[in-house]
């Protein structure tokens, strides 16, 4: 069995490229965190100081950034003037519940479309991802008039079905090319050595760990920062983050300091989900286990 | 413990039948061997007892109970699988426990059968590790190891030892072997070597392109072979084949060949029954029933040059030119002829074989 580490030969064009990469990664960083550093630093700052900002230039000035005194009364504001606590569970719901369903049914799906042979196989396969070729938009209003009838509208059961509906078809997706890179001799040994048909599938999901991880963040990343369907399958009763974020853009009255205190709160999760999921991310687990 | 029968067995996939009309029966507590080449259908076979794959015709019984639509689980059978099919997520420890764990046995028992058992392959050590860090031998025991912490009704065994090298394979052999008959569990074991084969099975099942060929002990397939194709499958180094013709001499048939003559014996006459003469057969003769001399023998010998000698330690194979084909010869490693020269081979006329030229069936 080959091991992972790499040998490296330098030469004048490998150290050429480190350099490059080096400066390519420098600038990128600066590009990205820069504003999220902003946002960071405003959310903690009165209106007057969030406002002082250095002459074009004036490099010197850049000191002005960091002279203020930190105030958390835009949080406090968020969270006991308006009601953003409820907002964020909202959201969590709404994200975490849809990313739980779909990869309960998208694993299960996916399982049998990898593992069973049957006609329309391939058709049905395509027809599920067909269901994500139309924009969103342009199924909003059938989405809207359904939703409507069947009282869903503005609640957190409708938002997290409005979800699931377009997160499933990715969830096949993905994870059914995870399952096609599991051997069957692994579910075969499963079941020879007493485990039942859905036993074994359950034995081979850390297998395929690495998919459903990645799965998980697409999906509750695309249901927390949506927007579409908040503000309208959810609007009312199930109002989301992003939802009540715009709503602090009022005509007369831009509140800047709770908005950035807002972006902050809905950052922060998802960085954390990022953190916590990673070392699910490893890919290579089947290596090894089947002579192929 | 079960006794297993193939009652007319088939395995298509699709239009190709990969086993045809297959009809075994191994007793219980005995050891079956599948012997055939690569592709002749030994691994259908297997995953056919084990479950795994849909009998296509015909039925499978265990103690006469017919198991063709049971689930694996079921069956109560352990198989080592030939891609050895380990779990990669589990360490060797829990690769080995599954089968216990899952038939609920409890924590202190599953410890000791998984201990006993890797002590048994010499993998004590590897307990710990994943199955990306084995060695392809290494594996492969722990795939054995897995198969035998249970006490089945059946051990399915796919080319267990195909990947150790030769020492440990021929440890293997004996530990299988014992580990067969003090337990008594039935044993299907599959392998394209026929050494294997030879030195483990109760009963051998040779395959050849889905058709059983002959099932017999070692001692039938090697001695009495059915047919050309088994013969020239069993026994390393193979049996040699020339084409001869039957001739009638005043009432006493000859077997002639351009470079010599041999006379039947009775019983080998009567064996043909009636092939009649100037009948074309192919005889075929081991290598050890062949004797080689530099000097011409007082019986008929054939005559031919040396080609090429090897020495295998113990004994030494002497592979010699004749007109129209070459034949190998067992004989001493004392044996001191040079490539090129010429040599006087005599056959053991209790030794050899006959058989039809055409069809491959054997007269005797
Ligand atoms: N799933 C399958 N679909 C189609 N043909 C198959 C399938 N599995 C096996 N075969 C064919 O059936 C025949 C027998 O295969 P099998 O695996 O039983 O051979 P084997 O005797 O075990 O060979 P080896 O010694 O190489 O393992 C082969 O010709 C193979 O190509
Ligand atoms: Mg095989």
Known sequence: MASRDVVRYETPLTR??????????????????????????????????????????????????????????????????????RYMANSLVAAGGSAVISVILGSMAAYSLSRIDFKGKSDLFFWIISTRMAPVVAVMVPLYAIFRSLDLVGTLPGLILAYTTFNLPFAIWILKG??????????????????????AFMAILPLVA??????????????????????????GGAK???????ELVQPQNIQWGSIMAAGVVTTLPMMLLGLVIRRYLVTGLTMGAVKE | MARVTFRNVWKKYGEFAAVKDLNIDCPDGSFLSILGPSGCGKSSTMRMVAGLEHISAGDILFDDRRINDLAPKDRDVAMVFENYALYPHKSVFENMANPLKLRGQEGARIKDRVTQAAKLLEIGHLLERRPQELSGGQKQRVAIGRAIVREPKLFLFDEPIAHLDAKLRAHMRGEIKHMQRTLGTTMVY??????????????????????????????????????????GFVGEPAMNFLTCEITNAGGKLMLTHPDFALAL????????????????????????????????????????????????????????????????????????????????????????????????????
């Open chain 2, 265 to 364: 014996k009775p019983e080998q006459m009567k064996c043909l029954n009636g092939a009649g003469t100037a009948a074309t057969v192919r005889m075929g003769v081991r290598p050890d029933a062949l004797a080689i001399s530099m000097t011409r023998p007082a019986e008929p010998a054939i005559t031919g040059k040396v080609f090429v000698n090897e020495l295998l330690g113990g004994d030494m194979i002497v592979e010699v030119e004749l007109a129209d084909a070459r034949i190998r010869v067992k004989t001493a490693p004392e044996f001191a002829g040079a490539p090129g020269e010429a040599c006087y081979v005599t056959v053991n006329r209790d030794k050899w074989h006959a058989f039809d030229a055409v069809t491959g069936k054997a007269f005797f």
């Open chain 1, 16 to 85: 050429g490229f480190r350099w490059f990469s080096a400066v390519f990664i420098a600038l990128y960083l600066v590009w990205t965190l820069l504003p999220i550093f902003v946002m960071f630093v405003s959310s903690f700052k009165d209106l007057l100081e969030a406002f002082k900002i250095p002459a074009v230039g004036d490099w010197s000035g850049i000191g002005v950034f960091f002279d203020f005194t930190p105030t958390l009364k835009h949080y406090r504001d968020l969270f006991l003037n308006l009601d953003f606590s």
């Open chain 1, 210 to 235: 690495p998919g459903i991880g990645a799965f998980i963040v697409l999906c509750i990343l695309f249901a927390w920062n949506d927007f579409l369907f908040a503000a309208i399958i959810g609007s």
């Open chain 1, 178 to 199: 995870f399952f096609d890179n599991v051997p069957y001799a692994i579910e075969e040994a499963q079941m020879v050595d007493g485990a039942t048909r859905f036993q």
């Open chain 2, 190 to 231: 599959v392998t394209h070597d026929q050494l294997e084969a030879m030195s483990m099975a109760d009963q051998i099942a040779v395959m050849h392109e889905g058709e059983l060929q002959q099932l017999g002990s070692p001692r039938e397939v090697y001695n009495k072979p059915v047919n050309a194709w088994v013969a």
């Open chain 1, 240 to 246: 989301t983050l992003p939802v009540a974020t715009r």
